[in-house]
């Protein structure tokens, strides 16, 4: 079995301590390991360290291969695919989808992003090697979180008739409204899209084939260069940006779902620490330099400045050397917002 | 006429803007002037400079005085009380009587804090030769200013009998609770109690003898010495410290009160700035360094780190070089309780 560690993101949600030079999945979110660490920590016992694959850009590669050192995962055993630039889920995917088939034609591969959190490790693997058996039938597997809120913010996958392990996906749906999630809540056949995904690369790259042609034709690129670094920049030039959701998944009559209940989370924004950080007796999650009266169900990190807090409810402060974050718990998902408006106004020093 | 400029409080409800070495009176809160200098300049048209007294402490006293060359208020013109430690009104009100007096046994003196805003100038001066003649009648007058709120922070005074230019002082109250403050509103003979007072300094010095006769048989202390800020540092050291409030004003019989409708305000907290600023189009004060989105009725003050905010009401935050705060508008009363638990906690590098 192969992997694929999708470590390509910024994870505006969570800036500012989300950074353009240090994203989400280098971060020390939750305990004292980063998320990179823990998804590849997380893996191992399922799949050495020389059969896993990390997409990434330079930069950040050179950070991760560091930290990676720290948990004892030396360079030269994980395989960096440098992207040079960003091109969404699929490109990545295709390119490890290559390189793993001219290994092994017969091989499965797990894709999985870098920075999510999941509780129940064990029962992670449990799942994987039984995803890997439904992938072994041919299907595009992928894991079914069950939702545990009405979140509007997650693309959702309707599972269909049973099969083996799993079930048939009936159909994926975009980011619902508030009451159609309220409805999926209460059903038992949807399920959150995880990002997770479990696949034969034969199988992947058939479908790729089929659903991208223009993409599966530029894979040449790399079966026929000498210079991978050259041949990567000239692939992802040239293709498009896509998702393997909207590109494949949501295409093909291949997809099949495992309900995964695993403590899963996407620490997609401020407010989703809430489930992650053991909060104090007044619902608050508050470390650094802080000094608070008062204060409930907020969540507060201090910088190097001081942050003096008084009275607030449900909302998240987040200071760093150089900016600080305010904001209503149930606003948080407009981070993002305030990220694209520093980009529109160049404040890039603050990116 | 002479004058008693009080510029020795700390402002600490104004912080962390207001601080132990920088306190409210000499910040530009509201406008291009510091409120010392606007207060200076406010008098300077009834009281000649050199019949001005301004009480601080050393090292303020070396800031107001920078400040008032800035705004060509000579150094030697103005006479400063160098208060050795806060004793409260009291001590620096007898100390300056007692020195005016000296000059002029029949002078008349006004008595105004460093630290409040009044933006009807004309009306103010006009107020205040009214309060003289009422003042050369023998009485100690206060400013009634007629309250535009049910405010619970403040003191009021009762208006009673009609005399000559205002009324005698029926009765000075403690801070009333809301329910009180909502009554005294709707009433016509309820004022706030502005700290602005006019009297003869033969009166205040005779009321000082008869309610607080230790304190007057210190002042003695002064009248004997050659070194003044050696007496000085005696006298504050043996009195006792006591607001000439509750000390001489809530137990005279000549107490007068002269309604005054001169846009006051002590910016007593940062939700005072709402009365004195001009609000954007959504009611925010914005200002300095902020990004903000969506935010409303809310006062954020950015400092060298960028304050990004996102959907606030009724919040203030106010960023400096090395602290934030963060509070609801209605709880800015309690960042004074902010200041006193950083005393506490000895982090004296923040007050």
Known sequence: MYGLIMAGGYGARFWPLSREIMPKQMLRIAGKNTMIQNTVQRIMPLIPLNHLYIATNEKHAKIID???????????????????????????????????????????????????????KTKFLKLLKQAEKLANQGYLVTFGIKPSRPETGYGY????????????????????????????????????????????????????????????????????????????????????????????????????????????????????LDEVIKKDSKGNIITGNVIDINSQNSIIYGGSNLVASIGLKDIVVVSTDDVILICPKNKSQDVKTMVNKLKERKKEEYL
């Open 66 to 120: 560091t930290q990676l050192k720290e948990i004892n995962c030396a360079e030269n055993n994980i395989n960096f695919i440098i992207e040079p630039m960003g091109k969404n889920t699929t490109p990545a995917i295709a390119v490890a989808a290559i390189y793993i088939n001219e290994i092994d034609p017969e091989s499965t591969m797990v894709v999985m992003p870098a920075d999510h959190i999941i509780q129940k």
């Open 157 to 272: 996958i309707k599972a269909g008739k049973k099969i083996y392990e799993g079930f048939k996906v009936d159909k994926f749906t975009e980011k619902p409204d508030l009451k159609t999630a309220q409805r999926y809540l209460k059903s038992s056949n949807y399920f959150w899209n995880g990002g997770i995904f479990v696949w034969q690369t034969k199988a992947i790259l058939q479908e790729i084939k089929k659903y991208l042609p223009f993409l599966y034709e530029k894979l040449n690129i790399l079966k026929n260069s000498p210079n991978r670094l050259e041949a990567l920049k000239t692939f992802y030039t040239e293709v498009e940006s896509i998702s393997i959701d909207y590109g494949v998944m949501e295409r093909t009559d291949r997809a099949a779902v495992i309900p995964a209940d695993i403590k899963w989370n996407d620490v997609g924004s401020w407010s989703a």
